[in-house]
């Protein structure tokens, strides 16, 4: 192994009390999103203790920080490593941020401390409100990124991989207005919202028969009525599409809106569609950073798993459009653990989940090292950032 990477390694070992700590601090106050307040406060500061300068609420973002070492603020190249720290409502750090918190923290400080002569610099970002509000598309159309080049985090997960796919998503709400009228005296002077509502979730239940595999399609009635012999004057649910490329995302989304629209007039219902933003884009692979990625998971002793096809979206497919960006994931669970859980929650205290923390701070850290003294991998990187979609 590259004696810098061995030094590396070396330094994220030394800091693995600091960084369990880290990790420990945000799973004992998991805080929704734009709502994380002490976890923002509480690594801005630790980055200051270590030697890194920290700008709070960057962006225009309350909750977001940027940390820069101080021997080197400035630099190109510059590789962002992204820290997320949002909790899931109820189940706190189910999706194991606190965990992806703790690696970039101490990729960024291995790293750091390992510059030397190397040409560029690094920085931290902390991007809040990764679970639905989009932080980092609220920093990247802000600015923030538009003195870096490449973007890594990892996330805790059921398998090792240098990266996989993601699904964009829209997400929606629907509304249905009728007329109330008695349901047993005069059922005919009512419009029922609700069979609209019914009448539109089966359609798309019936349209997900003709979509890809690499699209998806779910929802729920948030709202059906409010009395059994009431014929409902308003109903509402809210609905996800999701597929793997963003020209699919949009087409489906109109056969759903036709679904949507074929339910109100069939039933002389009105209707509103309210598109919820952000919308999350897939996510833009980068293959020569994966490959990077991946030969550095390998010299660490990580055997690469493949690819199960299973799929979710994060605002990081935003991000990707922006500059390159990887989004690796290191096994804590095994298969059969769903993410979003309490158990998968505490699966980021455990041994395997302390273990993982350690190898991913180390593989990112070793990817931002290639990156910066590899000037024939940023061309490759650069190239395959500029022809795929």
């Given at each position: 192994?590259?004696?810098?990477?061995s030094r590396i390694g070396a330094e994220v070992d030394a800091l693995a009390g600091d960084l369990f700590k880290v990790s420990e601090y945000l799973y004992n106050n998991p805080e929704i999103g734009y709502q994380e307040f002490k976890a923002c406060e509480f690594l801005s500061r630790f980055m200051e203790e270590h030697g890194f300068k920290s700008e709070?609420?960057?962006?225009?973002?309350?909750?977001?920080?940027?940390?820069?070492?101080?021997?080197?603020?400035?630099?190109?190249?510059?590789?962002?490593?992204?820290?997320?720290?949002?909790?899931?409502?109820?189940?706190?750090?189910?999706?194991?941020?606190?965990?992806?918190?703790?690696?970039?923290?101490?990729?960024?400080?291995?790293?750091?401390?390992?510059?030397?002569?190397?040409?560029?610099?690094?920085?931290?970002?902390?991007?809040?409100?990764?679970?639905?509000?989009?932080?980092?598309?609220?920093?990247?159309?802000?600015?923030?990124?538009?003195?870096?080049?490449?973007?890594?985090?990892?996330?805790?997960?059921?398998?090792?991989?240098?990266?996989?796919?993601?699904?964009?998503?829209?997400?929606?709400?629907?509304?249905?207005?009728?007329?109330?009228?008695?349901?047993?005296?005069?059922?005919?002077?009512?419009?029922?919202?609700?069979?609209?509502?019914?009448?539109?979730?089966?359609?798309?239940?019936?349209?997900?028969?003709?979509?890809?595999?690499?699209?998806?399609?779910?929802?729920?009635?948030?709202?059906?009525?409010?009395?059994?012999?009431?014929?409902?004057?308003?109903?509402?649910?809210?609905?996800?599409?999701?597929?793997?490329?963003?020209?699919?995302?949009?087409?489906?989304?109109?056969?759903?809106?036709?679904?949507?629209?074929?339910?109100?007039?069939a039933t002389g219902a009105g209707h509103k569609i309210e598109v919820g933003q952000p919308t999350f884009d897939p996510i833009k692979r980068n293959p020569p950073l994966e490959e990077a990625t991946r030969a550095n998971m390998e010299a660490l002793g990580i055997s690469v798993d493949p690819d199960d096809g299973r799929r979710g979206s994060s605002d990081?497919?935003?991000?990707?459009?922006?500059?390159?960006?990887?989004?690796?994931?290191?096994?804590?669970?095994?298969?059969?653990?769903?993410?979003?859980?309490?158990?998968?929650?505490?699966?980021?205290?455990?041994?395997?989940?302390?273990?993982?923390?350690?190898?991913?701070?180390?593989?990112?850290?070793?990817?931002?090292?290639?990156?910066?003294?590899?000037?024939?991998?940023?061309?490759?990187?650069?190239?395959?950032?500029?022809?795929?979609?």
């Amino acid at each position: 192994m590259d004696p810098v990477k061995s030094r590396i390694g070396a330094e994220v070992d030394a800091l693995a009390g600091d960084l369990f700590k880290v990790s420990e601090y945000l799973y004992n106050n998991p805080e929704i999103g734009y709502q994380e307040f002490k976890a923002c406060e509480f690594l801005s500061r630790f980055m200051e203790e270590h030697g890194f300068k920290s700008e709070r609420g960057t962006g225009g973002v309350q909750t977001a920080f940027l940390a820069r070492p101080a021997i080197r603020l400035k630099g190109r190249p510059c590789v962002a490593f992204l820290a997320e720290y949002d909790a899931l409502p109820g189940v706190g750090h189910g999706c194991g941020h606190n965990l992806i918190a703790a690696a970039s923290v101490g990729a960024a400080l291995a790293l750091g401390r390992n510059l030397g002569e190397v040409q560029g610099t690094l920085a931290l970002v902390g991007t809040p409100a990764e679970e639905g509000g989009g932080g980092k598309i609220l920093l990247a159309e802000a600015g923030v990124f538009a003195e870096m080049d490449a973007a890594m985090m990892c996330h805790p997960s059921r398998l090792n991989r240098p990266g996989e796919e993601m699904f964009g998503r829209v997400k929606f709400k629907v509304e249905f207005f009728g007329e109330a009228a008695h349901a047993s005296i005069s059922p005919d002077r009512g419009v029922n919202a609700l069979d609209a509502m019914v009448a539109a979730y089966n359609n798309i239940s019936m349209l997900r028969q003709q979509i890809r595999p690499d699209a998806r399609i779910h929802g729920i009635i948030t709202h059906g009525g409010d009395a059994p012999n009431i014929i409902p004057q308003y109903t509402a649910g809210l609905f996800y599409v999701r597929a793997a490329n963003r020209k699919y995302r949009d087409e489906v989304y109109k056969k759903v809106e036709r679904c949507i629209e074929a339910a109100a007039v069939a039933t002389g219902a009105g209707h509103k569609i309210e598109v919820g933003q952000p919308t999350f884009d897939p996510i833009k692979r980068n293959p020569p950073l994966e490959e990077a990625t991946r030969a550095n998971m390998e010299a660490l002793g990580i055997s690469v798993d493949p690819d199960d096809g299973r799929r979710g979206s994060s605002d990081i497919g935003n991000l990707s459009f922006y500059l390159p960006a990887i989004h690796p994931s290191a096994a804590i669970v095994d298969p059969e653990v769903p993410g979003h859980s309490k158990i998968f929650a505490e699966a980021t205290m455990s041994p395997r989940g302390k273990d993982a923390l350690l190898k991913a701070a180390k593989f990112l850290a070793m990817t931002g090292y290639d990156y910066l003294t590899s000037a024939e991998l940023r061309e490759r990187v650069r190239e395959a950032f500029q022809k795929r979609e």
